[in-house]
């Protein structure tokens, strides 16, 4: 019912535009997906974002530069849930992350097919 | 005579009914009453597999969700009489194959993807038991709702609800990980504390909440629903020596006086219209049942070849005070070298909310026009306490 994947290092253009974190829900279910930045010095996670509403665009563009993101954690909790009521209702969830059109180099993740998913990653310059 | 005879107690019992509601209604405040399941209707059935095997004696009428993967076990009597068991596996095809790449949004979107998500195929396959039935029978069903005003996925108060459900967990899961370091410790804090939150069912029971509100909602919305299912038979319980043993078609529209617009807004209609799209649905319905094989009225150990048609319609209303369904049907049963035989049937049931927690159950019915044999009516009314059960033909109190 809950999954949590392994921190992934994502490379990031340093020369690029900001990250964009594409969630994508399948089987037309219903999600809210909540974006979090580690805070070493104070040993906290920060918000960044979650989905204003349940039609918006599954999309958010990070408020930050590329390098500004260099070396921050980042944790995307994507929770899910069936508009039906059958017991084998499936669940879907992809996430990437892109600079421009362009999936970033470590920034396509595994799909899952829980109803709620961890998804972190390590942020680094590929310069 | 008959006929009038059962219309006029029917009558008489609904008065009797609603004179005592007004007192109910003032000092209990009844919760809506919803039609979903006024008893069986005769001209649709859920699953298309069990159905051509005489295998699923339920029909049902107002289209569901189609499952994306749904197994049973059947057992059950055959038209002959002989005991039959088996399996019957349904599906939704583009919703279990392609379902995952379709978001919410691109749903709502596209009618072809609406469309294909509503397709459902059913497989069903039994055996005889008995001694001296060896045959296995073998039913392929199609079943597609390309037009569907009550389609769950379409709700946005439904999706609202989910969403003001998950945001909650979400905050929730946030402020219980809030200081784990990233990496796997944030991988176990996460897992425990969903799974933690899961098995508290503090959400899952706010979603159940959302579904049946939306169910109440969405019970009476148009639908169209088409179909078909042939069968074969193999006499030997043998695949080399299979036959064609017919099958069934069949059509049905559900109105919930919505005009046939997923976007209907009751607001500006008329007062009456806005309570029969709040209160009432009406549904027609049409099923062609081709070559049955039935025990020969002249020898039972021959066999005949029978199509059978049935076309009805019925009113189906629910409110505080209860629900009523009203049906008819016109059937025609065609054997083979023997004259058609053309009848009707006619039923009324439902359950009357006298008190709070005291119901009137009844339904009465009869059907005319058999040839050789008299025509048939029937009459039961019951009076019982609800509580703690809930209405003989409805549910959703």
Request: proline share 6%; net charge negative; glycine share 8%.
């Amino acid at each position: 019912m809950a999954k949590a994947f392994p921190s992934q290092t994502v490379r990031l253009d340093p020369d690029g535009p900001s990250p964009v974190l594409s969630v994508h829900v399948g089987f037309a279910n219903v999600a809210q997906f909540r974006v979090e930045i580690w805070n070493a010095a104070a040993g906290v996670w920060e918000f960044l974002h979650e989905k204003p509403k349940v039609s918006a665009p599954d999309d958010y563009t990070f408020g930050l530069s590329p390098a500004e993101l260099a070396g921050r954690h980042v944790k995307v909790a994507v929770f899910e849930e069936s508009p039906t009521s059958d017991p084998n209702a499936r669940f879907s969830t992809n996430l990437t992350v892109r600079q421009g059109e362009a999936i970033v180099d470590g920034g396509a993740f595994p799909q899952s097919d829980d109803k709620d998913t961890l998804y972190q990653m390590f942020f680094k310059s590929a310069a | 005579m008959a006929c009038k005879r059962i219309l006029t107690l029917v009558v008489s019992i609904a008065v009797l009914g609603l004179t005592h509601i007004e007192g109910g209604d003032a000092q209990e405040g009844p919760k809506e009453l919803y039609a979903t399941e006024l008893g069986a209707d005769f001209v649709i059935p859920e699953s298309p597999g069990l159905s051509v095997l005489g295998l699923d004696p339920s029909i049902a009428a107002h289209p569901k969700s189609p499952r994306e993967l749904a197994t049973s076990l059947l057992n059950g009597v055959d038209a002959q009489g002989n005991f039959q068991t088996g399996v019957a596996v349904d599906t939704a095809p583009f919703l279990l194959l392609l379902g995952g790449d379709v978001t919410r949004q691109e749903y709502l979107d596209h009618y072809e993807d609406r469309a294909l998500f509503r397709l459902q195929t059913s497989i069903a396959v039994t055996k005889g038991t008995e001694q001296d039935d060896k045959s296995a029978r073998l039913g392929i069903g199609f079943r597609w709702v390309p037009i569907d005003a009550g389609d769950p996925r379409q709700d946005q108060m439904l999706a609202d609800c989910l969403f003001g459900v998950l945001t909650d967990k979400a905050h929730e899961v946030s402020e219980e990980t809030k200081n784990v370091p990233p990496g796997p410790e944030s991988e176990l804090a996460f897992t425990k504390t969903v799974e933690r939150i899961n098995a508290e069912g503090k959400y899952s029971s706010r979603v159940e909440q959302c579904r049946k509100e939306s169910g109440r909602r969405l019970w009476n919305r148009s639908a169209l629903t088409l179909g078909a299912a042939p069968t074969w038979i193999a006499p030997e319980g043998s695949l080399s020596n299979i036959n064609s043993s017919g099958g069934t078609f069949w059509t049905s529209v559900s109105y919930g006086f919505d005009r046939f617009d997923e976007t209907y807004d009751r607001k500006r209609a008329s007062q009456v219209a806005a309570w029969l799209h709040d209160h009432a649905e009406a549904l027609v319905g049409f099923r062609y049942l081709l070559d049955q094989e039935l025990p020969s009225p002249a020898d039972s150990s021959k066999t005949i070849r029978q199509d059978n048609l049935f076309a009805g319609g019925a009113l189906r209303v629910g409110a505080q005070w209860g629900a009523l369904t009203a049906e008819a049907a016109f059937v025609r049963t065609n054997p083979d070298h023997v004259a058609a035989d053309d009848y009707y049937t006619l039923s009324v049931r439902g359950d009357l909310r006298i008190l709070a927690d005291l119901w009137l159950s009844l339904s009465a019915g009869g059907e005319g026009g058999r040839d050789g044999s008299d025509n048939h009516t029937f009459i039961l009314s019951s009076l019982k306490w609800s509580f703690p059960e809930a209405p003989a033909f409805a549910r959703n109190l």
